[in-house]
Each structure stands twice: as C-alpha cells, then as structure tokens.
C-alpha cells in the first residue's frame, strides 16, 4: 500500500531534520558500519558544520561549496550543514581525479571544497578544508539560525557523470529537491519504519534522492560502499533489520552470481527493492519475481533533470505479458507526452515512439552557464529527454532506448533493447548490448550488431540466430555478433554504448574472439553437480589435456588418481572435513562430485606445484569445453600428511613421496557459475 505523505506544497530536507530531531530525538537516522547517527544526532552535526561553514570558512547564501559525496554519515551531515548556513551543495565523486575536481571546482565557481583525499602539493585555486575535521569539530557558537530559502532558490548543483560527453551541472532549486523527494516517496511507498540499505555512490542523482526521501520520511538510511561484496549486503541487512535495498541491475547480477543458491535466502528479508539507475531486462523482471515472491520489486526511471518520476511496481506487473517491460507510470503530479520528430505532440504505439518529454514540479532550473543547451531542453515549461518511448492506454511508458542509440534499418525504426531482452533469454548468453553500425554493403543505411558476454562455450552464431529469427522481424535481426569478456560499464553499471561503437571501429568484423578464448573466458568455477557420471571418453579427452600441460624440464613426475566411486568419495569427503575439524582447517565447496581428479607430484621435484597447476587449467578448460562443470579443492594441500587421510591416499596407490597439490572436481553443472568482476588495472607496460 502506497502512503501519501506530501505535508504541504513546500519544505525543505533541514527544516525537517530540525522537526525530527524533537520529534523522535533517539530514532536511528544515518548508519554506516559501527558508526550511527540519530536524527538529534544528525541535526546537531548539520548545526556544528552549518555554523562553522558561515563563521570560519566565510560560507554565504548562494556561495558553491563542493563536496566529496563519501558513502559515510560525514557527508550527510556536510549536504545538511551546507543548506543549513544558506550554500549550495556541489558533489564530486569519492573516486574523482583531483583534476575532474579542479574542473568542477572551477565550473561551478565554488568558494570552498571539503574532502579527505590526499591533494597535490599545487591544489591551484580550491580552498581545501577537511571533511571529517569539520564532522567532528562540534562547533559550539550559535553563529546563525536557520533561514527558510525562497523556493525557487538554487539549493544544490549535480553534476552528471554519465557517458554523453563533458558533465553538466543541474541546477536544482530547493522546490524541485522536495518535489524530487516527495515523488520517491509516493512512488515507492517508503514508511517511516523504513531501514533502507544504500550501496550506492551519493553523488548520484538515483542515491541522492533516496537519500534525501528516507530522512524526510523519518526513516532509516544504512550506509554502504558499494555492492563488491555480497557478504557485506548480508551482514547490513542482519545488523540493522534493513527493509528496504536500493540497487541498480548490474549490482543485482553480481549479489545474485556470488550468493548462488543463498540469494533468496538472503534478499527475501527485504520488504521492497528499488531498481533505478537504467532499466532491468525483461529477463531479469520474470526471474527475480520468481524468486522473490514476497519482495516487492520496482522500477524506476529518473534522471538528474527530474529526479525519479516513472514508477513500476514488477511484481503487481508480473502476470501481465505486456506491461512487464514497461519501464514505469507517471505519478499524478508528473505529466508525460511524446514528441515526433518536428517537437509535435504525438499518439503512440511500439511501431511509432518518439521523444519523450516531462513536465513537473521536480524539474530542474536548468543547466550551470549553458544558456542554449538550457533552450534546447526547457520549451514552454516542459523538459524534452533524448528517450524514446510510446504509451499505452493506461498511461505507461515503453522505453526503446535513447533517441541517438535507435538503429534505423532501410527506414525501420530497431530498439537497441527489444533486441536485448529477446537475446537474453537464450540459453548460452549471460548478457547481451545492441547497436547500430553503419552498413558494410551500404545498403540498410544501418544494420544491428549484438556484443554477446556467452555463459558457455556451447554458444554458436547458428544457433543464437535460429532463436532470433523465431522472435523478432527479419530486419531486426543482428548481422554480426561480438563475443566480449564482459560488457563495458559507466560507474554506475550501466551498459557504455560509446565504447562498444569504439570497439566496433577497432575491429569491425574481426572477431579476436576463438574457441579457445571463448572457453578461456567462460569459464566459471562449478560447485554444485549433477547425479549423472562424466563419461568415459571425455574423462579420457579431459585427462589428456592434463598430461600435455607443460612440465619444467619436461619432467611430468606428476600422478593423476581418479576417484568416481560415490562412496568412496563420500568417504574422502568425511575423513577430510573430519580432520579438518579437528585442525580447525575451513573446507569450502565439496559438495559430492561424480568424478574426483587428485593431482600429485613427487616431492623432489622443485616445479611440482608449478607443473600440477598448469595441469589443473588445462583439465578445468577441457572440462568446460565438454559442458562440464570444475572447481579446485584445496584442502589435502593443507591436510595430506595427516595420519588417516594419508592412509586413504595410500589405498589410492599415491607414493608416499607425492604431494597432492589440487583435487579437480568434475560434473555436469547443477547451477551456473559465479560471474566474479575482474580487475582491470593490473596490467602494465613498459616503454
């Protein structure tokens, strides 16, 4: 049940913080780890930084203060204490460059950056205070009160980081932020018994509004920095109760592949999640209100011109066919309409989009020092987007994608998304991104080309285009198709189409993707099998792969021992977790695989360790490359000269002077393998 919530036609996020701190002194308003803030809390640090902003840092009414928007209650407390003392809060990301920030800082023409990250000897112009000195200095002199600002005064500058060019800064009066606000609220339906759990960066427009809509609604906001860690989610949401997660998809992809089977376990103790910062696939919508029936999933579409203004609710829209993919609905305050190409207003369907506009309360002013982009996108009080979209009967909206990622084939308008949500949902691709390159034979004007992130190597060209052909128009249908390791993403997760076309440029139709790489880079480990046995001449296939691995000195004094008894490896796997009980030795992910392959190597040999593992790939790739399912066990590298696994060793016919350096499990998968994020700055050249 949604609950209304808007308490008159103006207020501002301090005045409230001020009213909460009497009304409910000890409730928790900020958490971020061990560290919380209550709203009297919260509202006697706004005052401290709010007094020391005007009185020692000479911060006036109107001046630009910017800010490093930390995921910690410090920057809470510093947008409060900002707005408090009459400035206008600047954001700048915690992961910034000091020249990125030199260019906002000077952009915006503020008087003040607060931050703690380490500065260049030479910081030019910027005024650099300390952001947690100023947390903690617990200013003592009343200097000023606070002052109710005129609503159509500048309360805060966002500056977008997105993937269309140089940023610009969004102007924001202190009436689009409550109507921003009170929309979120609305929308979702946020209680004042709200926990919610934030892992996303606050200088975004999607975090900052949450932010701002659970401490007005006297909710709970729980802190967090980001979503690499999916133990971290686990542990917030146990700690503080959290009922509530804001998240974007990309994050929900990576919670769902390291959770695995816990996934449901673990986010089903949320009341609601809200997904925002880019639109799930229609995939996505059907498998997560499948797997979370009692979480109640929405969507969300805003921008840092509107903040959120279209609102889904995915699980009311589960069971309607259609309107699942839609991206959201209008609240009553919101008005939408679509555009044709001359700036008319236009009635729509799937064969006819066209450019969405907005208009509302929670608009922006429009952008810092660009007059004529500010023209272009503010007509007659109306905010055009670069979206294109159609409406139904019932006032939903349909994206298709950005106006300049529509891919016109021979005049055939192809969404760049359709073709995505289709592509996800066969069988042998993980995630999928579409656009449009100009014709190789200069025919279609343009034609579509799908870069493909496979979940196995079972994935064909063939057989991705027969699934294609049976659910979409010939013209849709892309003509090449990119195999990626994964898709490249903004910071915020979303799907960079300027790198992509960059990608395409490079290489056009010279796919550097093989069969080899492609096993290379699908591989994922498998821990969970199915009954069924790996049969013998695969074995036989995969056992060759490993004893052609390289050897120094082309020794191979290694042994190969395969188990594919199920008892006897039920009871290797209760001797092992046995022993490693009593050595108090943690064994992870032996879960009764049919086929155990035990490499060893002799003792002597000052490569063993090298040489099996070399071995080890190759049977892991091999395996992958039949369909099946590997992982690596550890644990009788730890626990092999212990006295009863050393006896079992030797019933195998392990020579006593061989150490088993990895225990290759192998089967058909059960589940699919975690798609763990790679770090990309680990490679260097050298000139």
């Not at 919380?36 to 006036?60: C, E, P």
């Not at 979702?188 to 809509?213: K, M, Q, T, W, Y």
């Not at 007659?380 to 979209?389: A, E, F």
Request: charged fraction near 25%; include cysteine.
């Amino acid at each position: 049940m949604k609950t209304e919530t808007r308490i008159g036609m103006f207020d501002t996020l301090v005045n409230r913080i001020l009213r909460l701190a009497e009304d409910q002194p000890d409730k928790l308003a900020v958490a971020f780890k061990k560290e919380q803030l209550t709203f009297r809390g919260l509202a006697d640090k706004m005052i401290s930084i709010g007094n020391h902003l005007a009185a020692v840092n000479g911060v006036k009414q109107g001046d630009r203060v910017l800010f490093t928007a930390l995921s910690k209650p410090e920057m809470a407390a510093a947008y409060l204490g900002i707005q408090y003392c009459g400035g206008v809060a600047v954001f700048v990301d915690k992961n910034s460059t000091f020249e990125s920030a030199v260019k906002i800082y000077d952009d915006a023409g503020a008087i003040l950056f607060l931050t703690d990250k380490p500065m260049k000897d030479n910081t030019g112009n910027m005024n650099v205070f300390s952001l947690r000195q100023l947390y903690e200095a617990d200013f003592p002199k009343r200097y000023l009160e606070y002052s109710m600002p005129e609503p159509e005064e500048m309360a805060e500058l966002l500056f977008t980081t997105g993937t269309t060019g140089t940023p610009k800064g969004v102007i924001l009066t202190y009436k689009a932020v409550y109507h921003i606000l009170s929309n979120t609220i609305e929308g979702i339906g946020i209680s004042a018994d709200e926990i919610l759990l934030l892992p996303l960066p606050l200088n975004h427009s999607f975090a900052l509004r949450v932010l701002r809509a659970v401490l007005y609604r006297g909710a709970s906001v729980v802190l967090q920095n980001g979503f690499a860690f999916a133990k971290e989610i686990e542990n917030n949401r146990i700690a503080y109760h959290c009922t509530a997660l804001a998240a974007v998809p990309a994050s929900m992809e990576i919670l769902r592949g390291q959770m695995q089977d816990k996934f449901e376990e673990i986010m089903r103790g949320f009341r609601y999640i809200e997904i925002g910062a880019g639109s799930l696939t229609m995939e996505q919508r059907k498998r997560l209100t499948k797997q979370l029936p009692d979480t109640v999933l929405y969507n969300t579409w805003g921008s840092s011109e509107t903040g959120g203004a279209l609102f889904l609710n995915v699980s009311e829209a589960a069971d309607h066919p259609v309107r699942i993919g839609a991206v959201g609905k209008p609240l009553s305050c919101v008005e939408v309409k679509v555009l044709d190409e001359s700036g008319r207003e236009m009635s729509s369907d799937a064969r006819h989009p066209g450019r969405m506009a907005l208009k509302g309360d929670m608009q922006m002013a429009g952008y810092w020092n660009r007059e004529e982009l500010t023209k272009e996108t503010l007509r007659d009080g109306w905010l055009l987007t670069s979206d294109m979209v159609y409406t139904d009967d019932e006032g939903y909206v349909y994206m298709l994608g950005r106006a300049d990622d529509i891919i016109n084939v021979g005049g055939e308008k192809v969404s760049p998304i359709e073709v995505e949500n289709i592509a996800g949902q066969y069988e042998a691709v993980r995630e999928c991104a579409c656009i449009g390159v100009l014709d190789p034979k200069e025919v279609l004007g343009q034609v579509p080309v799908l870069f493909v992130v496979v979940k196995d190597a079972a994935f064909t060209e063939a057989g991705i285009a027969k699934f294609l052909s049976n659910h979409m128009e010939r013209y849709k249908l892309p003509q090449h198709y990119i195999l990626l390791p994964e898709l490249p993403r903004n910071h915020m997760g979303k799907i960079d189409r300027k790198e992509l076309h960059k990608i395409w440029d490079a290489q056009g139709e010279n796919d550097l993707m093989n069969p080899v790489m492609q096993a290379l880079l699908t591989r994922r480990s498998i821990r969970k099998f199915k009954e069924e046995p790996v049969p013998k001449d695969i074995l036989s296939m995969i056992l060759s792969a490993g004893f052609h691995a390289p050897t120094g000195h082309n020794m191979q004094t290694w042994r190969f021992t395969v188990l594919q008894n199920k008892e006897k490896i039920m009871h290797l796997k209760n001797v092992i977790q046995k022993v490693a009980g009593e050595q108090k030795v943690h064994v992870y992910g032996f879960n009764e695989p049919p086929c155990l392959i035990l490499i060893s190597n002799d003792v002597r040999n000052p490569n063993g360790c090298q040489d099996a593992s070399c071995a080890a790939e190759n049977i892991f790739l091999a395996a992958h490359s039949y369909g099946l399912g590997s992982t690596w066990l550890n644990p009788l590298f730890y626990l092999g000269d212990e006295t009863e696994i050393r006896e079992l060793l030797d019933s195998y016919g392990i020579p006593r002077n061989h150490k088993v350096w990895c225990m290759a499990a192998l089967g058909y998968p059960s589940m699919e393998g975690t798609l763990l994020a790679k770090k990309k700055d680990v490679v260097f050249y050298v000139d």
